[in-house]
C-alpha cells in the first residue's frame, strides 16, 4: 500500500525505513539493531491489522478505533525520530579530510545513541500497543492497483448534458420567465433549495443559456460561501467584468472594490450569479456592489435558507425560485444513465430493490449519482444491491442546514467503499476551502509529496491521474474543466461532501482546518494544518504549529496570516504551500534548509526578494513553485543541488542561472524565461532532455534552440516568437505545443505538420497571414485538439483592401483524429466566406466546436454573418456541440453606418501616412 494514508498513518513508509537502518551503510550499535530487527516484525503485523481495521470503519467499535488511532500517531512518531537521525548522518562531505573525518564520526556516534534512546522509550510504546492488540485475530488485507483508470464517459455525459439527465429543461426555462419579464428595473430570482439539489447547476445552465448571450455588457459567476470573503469575491466578480480594473485591484480595500465595481456597473447590462448565500447580513453586503441602474440587469442568488432568499428578492418585488425534488421518473433516469449509460433498462429482479434505493436518497441529484457511482463497477446482483440499501438510513429528512440526512450515509457509503489509498487521497481534500477551484496537477503534486501514492504500482504522475479519474468517477470529486485529452484540469468539493472530510478529519487528527468556524481547541500534534481565515480565534492555533513543529508534515495558507512563524527545524515538514500567505518575508524562509524532508514547496504574492542558500540543503525536495515571487530577481546557486527536484517554476523576473543547471538530472518540467547566459542554458536544457526533461514553458530565445530534446513531450512559448523554428520539426515526441508567433504562412505551418506525436496545437498568431493557410493529409494524424487564434493588429494593407482576409482550410483526411476546435477570430480580419471554405464537412470526429469572435472596430452586420455561416458550415455533424460567442463587444461599432464612416477616416489616414512618406 501507500507509504502514508489516513488508515494506517506513516506505517508503510516507516517499515521501508526500518529496513533501510538494517542495512550496511547505517552500522547501528548491535543493540538498536536488534531493537528495530523486533519494531520491523512487530510494526509489520500491525500494519495488517490497521489495514483491516480501515476496511471496517463503518463499524468499527470504540475500542478498536482509540487503538487504530493511537499506532497511527506511534508510525508518524518513529518515521520523524528516524528522518532526523538519517539526515544528520547523512550530512558531511564525501571524501572530507581528516579534521572534518574525526568531527564527522564523533557527530555520528552521538546520533547513533542519540536514536538508541529515542529507539528504546519507542519500543515501550509499540510493545504497550501489542499488548492491547491481542483481542484481534484478522487475516492480511492488502489493495493492489491494476489497470491505468480513465474518466467514465458515463461520468462525461452527467457533465456534459446536464438538462437531459437531471431534468432541467423545464427548470431553465421556469427560472428565465422569471429573470427575463420584460422589466428594465435591477431583478433579483433567487433559487432555494437543500444542499444536494443541483441549485448551482440549474444557475450555472440559466447563466450560459442567457448570461452567455450578447444582451449583457458584464458578467460573472461567483461563490459566497459559508464564511463570506469579501474582497475575494468582489475581485473575483472585478476579474471577470473589468480586467483593467482587476489587474488596479490588489491594494484596494473592501470599500473602494464597492465602489470601484458599482461605477463599473453603473450603465450597464449586467448579469450575475452570487451561488451559495448562507445569511441575510452577507447579501446586503454583496448586494451593495450592484447598482439598480434600470438597465434590465439581472442577478441569480442561490441558497439554502428561505429567509436569505426572501430578503434576496425583497427589493425587486420578486419571488424566490423553490427547487424541489426529481420526481420519480426524472430519479430513475439519472440513475440508470449513471450506471447501464441508458435511461431505464433496469434488469427485473433489481427493479424492487432500485425503488427502494432511490426512495432513501430522496430526489436529491447529488446523492443519486453518488450511490449510482458506487453501483457502476459493482456486480448486477440483487444481494450487493440489498446489502448497500441497507447500509443507508430510513429515508429523506432535512436537518437545520437544509441537508437530507440520509445524505451523509450515501456519503459515508461512498468514502468507506474507496481502496485505502483513495481515501487518504480525498481525506486530503479536506485542506481546501469550501467551493475552491482545485488545481489538480497541483494536488498531484502535493499528493506525491506526502508519500501517498506507492512507485511500486507505476509512474507516480500516472498513478496520481489515475487516483484523480477513479474519484471523478465515483462522484467524490466534481471536475470542472478538462483538457482535450480527457485530463482533468480543475476540480471542486461539494460542500456537503467537503463537510463530511471535514469531520473524518477531525476525528482521526489527520489534518487541522482554520476556516473561520468556532475552533475550541487544537489536537495536541498538529499534523496538517489549512489557514483558510485569519483573527484572533485562530492566533492560538497558529501558534501551537511552532509549539509542536516537529510533527507538522504540511502547512498550507489560503488567506494573510497575521501571525507567521518562522520555518526553523520544522523536521517533518513535507509541504509548505504559502502562496495565500501575501505578508511572507525574507525573515520567514531564511531557515528554510533546516526543514530537510520537505518535497513541495510553493510561495506566491509575497515580499520576497531573495530566497537562502541553504536552500540547497533540501535533498528531497521534489517541486519548487515560485512563479508568483514577482520580487525575486534572481535564484541562489546552491539550487543546483537539489539532485531530486523534478518541478522548477519561477517566474518572468526571475533569473535562473545557467552554471551547474546540467546536475539537475531528476529534472522533468521546468518554467523559466529569464537566465544570465540565454544560448548556453538552451545546451544545458537539450543536455537535460536526454535525461527525464518532459515539460518546458520558456521563452523565444531558449526555445529557438531545442532541437534535440527526445524525451521532451510539451513545449509552451511565451511571450511570442517571430516565427516557427524550423529546426522544431526534430522534437518527435512532442505532443503538446502552445506557441505565439508574429509571422505565420504554409512554411510554418509544414514545420508543425511534421511533428508526429503532435495532439494538442495551441497556436496564436499576431502578424497579418497574408496567404491562404492550407492543411492537407500529410501531417497532423494524432492531432485530437486544435486551438486557433488569430489577433492581427492594424495593417494599412488591409485598410485599403478590406475585402482580403484570413482563410483556413482543411482538406480531405487532414485531421483524422481531431475531437474538437477552437477559433479565436478578429472579426474584421476574416473572410467573409471564412467558414464556406473552412472544410468543416471533413470533420468526422468533431465533438466540440467553440468559436469565439473579437468584435473590436468590427461591423455589427459582419459579425451576425460571421455567426449564422458557423453554423450552416457545420450543420451535416449533428452529434458536434457547438459555442459562438462574442468579446470587446464593447468596442464594435454600433451599426453599418458608423463602421463606414471609421474605415474612411482610416483610409484617408494611411494615404496621409504614404504621402508624407513619399
Request: charged share 30%.
Amino acid at each position: 500500500m501507500a507509504g502514508v494514508s489516513a488508515g494506517t498513518g506513516a506505517m508503510g513508509s516507516l517499515l521501508g525505513k526500518l529496513t533501510a537502518l538494517l542495512g550496511d551503510e547505517y552500522k547501528l550499535l548491535k543493540r538498536v539493531r536488534k531493537e528495530i530487527e523486533f519494531l520491523k516484525r512487530e510494526l509489520g503485523r500491525m500494519q495488517v491489522l490497521l489495514e483491516r481495521l480501515t476496511d471496517m470503519e463503518a463499524r468499527l467499535d470504540g475500542l478498536g478505533k482509540s487503538w487504530g488511532d493511537s499506532v497511527r500517531d506511534l508510525s508518524y512518531d518513529m518515521e520523524d525520530c528516524i528522518d532526523r537521525f538519517m539526515d544528520r548522518f547523512g550530512s558531511g562531505d564525501a571524501k572530507p579530510k581528516f579534521m572534518k573525518r574525526t568531527a564527522r564520526r564523533l557527530k555520528t556516534l552521538w546520533a547513533r545513541h542519540d536514536i538508541a534512546t529515542q529507539i528504546k522509550e519507542l519500543k515501550a510504546r509499540v510493545m504497550e500497543e501489542s499488548e492491547r492488540r491481542d483481542r484481534y485475530k484478522l487475516d492480511e488485507s492488502c489493495y493492489s492497483p491494476t489497470k491505468t483508470v480513465e474518466i467514465d464517459p458515463r461520468i462525461t455525459a452527467l457533465h456534459e448534458e446536464v438538462k437531459d439527465l437531471v431534468a432541467m429543461d423545464d427548470r431553465v426555462k421556469q427560472v428565465t420567465t422569471l429573470l427575463m419579464d420584460g422589466s428594465m428595473e435591477l431583478k433579483v430570482v433567487p433559487i432555494v433549495g437543500s444542499g444536494g439539489l443541483g441549485k448551482t447547476t440549474l444557475a450555472m445552465e440559466v447563466y450560459r443559456k442567457i448570461g452567455l448571450g450578447g444582451d449583457f455588457q458584464c458578467r460573472g459567476f461567483v461563490s459566497v460561501s459559508r464564511t463570506l470573503d469579501l474582497e475575494k469575491l468582489l475581485k473575483d466578480i472585478l476579474s471577470q467584468i473589468d480586467k483593467d480594473a482587476y489587474g488596479n485591484s490588489k491594494r484596494w480595500e473592501k470599500e473602494q472594490l464597492i465602489r470601484e465595481t458599482k461605477q463599473i456597473l453603473t450603465g450597464k447590462r449586467y448579469f450575475i450569479v452570487i451561488d451559495d448565500v448562507w445569511k441575510e447580513q452577507d447579501w446586503k453586503l454583496v448586494k451593495a456592489a450592484f447598482p439598480e441602474n434600470n438597465n434590465g440587469s439581472r442577478i441569480i442568488a442561490t441558497t439554502r435558507i428561505t429567509g436569505v432568499a426572501n430578503q434576496c428578492c425583497s427589493n425587486s418585488g420578486g419571488r424566490p425560485y423553490q427547487m424541489v425534488p426529481l420526481d420519480d421518473d426524472a430519479s430513475r433516469k439519472l440513475f440508470f444513465k449513471r450506471i447501464f449509460s441508458s435511461d431505464d433498462p433496469c434488469p427485473s429482479e433489481l427493479e424492487e430493490v432500485s425503488t427502494g434505493i432511490l426512495r432513501k436518497c430522496g430526489g436529491l441529484p447529488l446523492a443519486i449519482i453518488t450511490f449510482a457511482s458506487l453501483l457502476a463497477n459493482k456486480p448486477h446482483k440483487k444481494d450487493e444491491w440489498e446489502r448497500l440499501q441497507d447500509s443507508i438510513g430510513t429515508g429523506p429528512s432535512l436537518d437545520n442546514d437544509g441537508n437530507l440526512k440520509g445524505m451523509k450515509d450515501i456519503l459515508l457509503l461512498g468514502y468507506w467503499d474507496l481502496p485505502h489509498h483513495l481515501k487518504t487521497c480525498l481525506l486530503y481534500l479536506c485542506i481546501y476551502p469550501e467551493d475552491y477551484k482545485i488545481n489538480c496537477e497541483e494536488l498531484k503534486w502535493k499528493w506525491m509529496a506526502e508519500g501517498f501514492l506507492d512507485r511500486r504500482w507505476g509512474r507516480l504522475d500516472e498513478v496520481a491521474e489515475n487516483c484523480i479519474n477513479e474519484l471523478v468517477n465515483r462522484n467524490m470529486i466534481q471536475p470542472i474543466d478538462i483538457y482535450g485529452d480527457g485530463i482533468v484540469k480543475y476540480c471542486r468539493v461539494h460542500d456537503m461532501v467537503l463537510d463530511l472530510l471535514i469531520s473524518l478529519s477531525d476525528e482521526e487528527n489527520f489534518a487541522t482546518v482554520l476556516n473561520g468556524r468556532v475552533c475550541n481547541s487544537c489536537p495536541r500534534k498538529i499534523r496538517r494544518l489549512s489557514v483558510q481565515a485569519s483573527g484572533r480565534k485562530h492566533q492560538g492555533a497558529v501558534c501551537a504549529v511552532t509549539e509542536t513543529k516537529l510533527h507538522v508534515r504540511s502547512l498550507t495558507t489560503f488567506c494573510p496570516v497575521e501571525q507567521i512563524p518562522h520555518l526553523v527545524d520544522f523536521h517533518a515538514l513535507r509541504v509548505l504551500d504559502l502562496f495565500g500567505c501575501k505578508r511572507l518575508e525574507n525573515k520567514h524562509v531564511k531557515h528554510i534548509g533546516s526543514s530537510r524532508q520537505l518535497r513541495y514547496l510553493r510561495i506566491g504574492r509575497s515580499r520576497i526578494t531573495e530566497l537562502p542558500g541553504e536552500i540547497g540543503k533540501l535533498q528531497h525536495l521534489e517541486t519548487l513553485d515560485l512563479r508568483h515571487c514577482y520580487s525575486l530577481t534572481r535564484l541562489p546557486s546552491t539550487v543546483a543541488q537539489l539532485q531530486k527536484l523534478v518541478r522548477l517554476f519561477v517566474s518572468n523576473e526571475t533569473q535562473l542561472r545557467t552554471s551547474g543547471f546540467r546536475s539537475l538530472q531528476a529534472l522533468e518540467e521546468l518554467r523559466v524565461h529569464e537566465t544570465d547566459d540565454p544560448v548556453r542554458f538552451a545546451e544545458e536544457v537539450n543536455e537535460l532532455g536526454k535525461c527525464n526533461l518532459r515539460y518546458l514553458y520558456t521563452d523565444a530565445e531558449i526555445a529557438e534552440r531545442l532541437f534535440c530534446n527526445p524525451c521532451l513531450q510539451v513545449l509552451k512559448i511565451w511571450p511570442q516568437i517571430g516565427m516557427v523554428p524550423k529546426g522544431m520539426a526534430s522534437l518527435k515526441n512532442l505532443v503538446k505545443l502552445s506557441i505565439m508567433v508574429q509571422k505565420f504562412d504554409n512554411e510554418g505551418l509544414q514545420v508543425l505538420m511534421g511533428m508526429p506525436s503532435m495532439a494538442h496545437l495551441q497556436l496564436c498568431v499576431t502578424g497579418v497571414i497574408e496567404e491562404k493557410l492550407t492543411m492537407g493529409s500529410n501531417g497532423f494524424k494524432l492531432l485530437k485538439v486544435l486551438q486557433f487564434k488569430y489577433t492581427s493588429v492594424l495593417h494599412p494593407a488591409f485598410l485599403l483592401e478590406p475585402t482580403n482576409g484570413l482563410r483556413l482550410i482543411f482538406e480531405p483526411d487532414a485531421v483524422p483524429a481531431l475531437r474538437q476546435l477552437h477559433l479565436a477570430l478578429s472579426a474584421m480580419w476574416v473572410a467573409s466566406d471564412f467558414f464556406a471554405y473552412l472544410g468543416a464537412e471533413h470533420f468526422s470526429g468533431l465533438a466540440h466546436l467553440e468559436v469565439e469572435f473579437d468584435c473590436y472596430r468590427a461591423a455589427p452586420g459582419r459579425v451576425e454573418a460571421l455567426e449564422s455561416s458557423v453554423k450552416k458550415a457545420i450543420n451535416l455533424h449533428s452529434d458536434c456541440e457547438i459555442h459562438v460567442h462574442r468579446v470587446s463587444e464593447h468596442g464594435m461599432f454600433k451599426d453599418e453606418k458608423e463602421w463606414e464612416e471609421a474605415v474612411a477616416e482610416d483610409r484617408k489616414r494611411v494615404e496621409k501616412i504614404e504621402l508624407l512618406s513619399y
